[in-house]
């Protein structure tokens, strides 16, 4: 599990379908060792702070495994960090990664805090209009690490498991429940059972869990 590509940018303007919008979603990979705060990256940001950033979406993390499927679908030769991913990993897929789990990369401790959502800025990006219903239906989401302990990391850094959460949902079974599954009660409650679960999806898993009554 090796971080890849270590990809960082701060928010511009950029205009997507004749609309102007500001976008953090174009990174540059970067071979500088960079500081990680409870906010993210030095030299990062998002443009959208109602939907991205925070502390439970502090580092997006997309698989560079995913990459070949994305190309041979689309007809494409992706750029690096494609899905704006602030690390491209490799070894790391979403059926295996479960909410909460702990990981440390180099001297930062970092956490799995929920799927990452793909939004209409990626459609954008990859001139794709029907993106977001082909990312949620091959499960190749990517997922967000919130900062237990602040560091600096690299690329290259090992990505090293430190603890596995107890609960044993992975993105892979939150992903399913939340876009094909929304009436299963009890995977509802699975993943309500996380303590690590970020905020939003919380709070949209418990108005699943309302319309289950």
Request: glycine fraction near 10%.
């Amino acid at each position: 599990m090796i971080i890849e590509s270590l990809n960082i940018g701060l928010p511009k303007k950029e205009v997507f379908y004749g609309r102007e919008m500001t976008t953090g979603i174009f990174k540059t990979a970067t071979d500088s060792s960079l500081s990680l705060s409870a906010s993210g990256f030095e030299g990062d940001g998002v443009g959208d702070l109602r939907h991205h950033g925070g502390g439970d979406k502090a580092v997006c993390v997309y698989s560079l495994d995913h990459y070949p499927y994305w190309e041979k679908l689309l007809r494409i030769t992706l750029p690096g960090a494609a899905f704006g991913e602030n690390l491209t990993v490799s070894g790391l897929h979403e059926k295996d990664v479960c909410i909460g789990d702990i990981y440390e990369a180099g001297s930062a401790l970092l956490q799995v805090s929920q799927p990452r959502q793909p939004c209409g800025t990626l459609s954008a990006r990859l001139g794709t209009d029907d993106m977001i219903t082909l990312v949620r239906d091959s499960g190749f989401t990517g997922f967000y690490f919130r900062v237990l302990r602040t560091g600096r990391v690299n690329k290259g850094d090992q990505l090293q498991l430190k603890e596995k959460d107890k609960n044993l949902v992975t993105v892979a079974f939150a992903n399913s429940i939340y876009y094909h599954q929304r009436t299963d009660c009890e995977g509802i409650e699975r993943v309500l059972a996380v303590d690590a679960l970020s905020a939003s999806w919380r709070k949209s898993f418990l108005e699943l869990k309302q319309a289950c009554r």
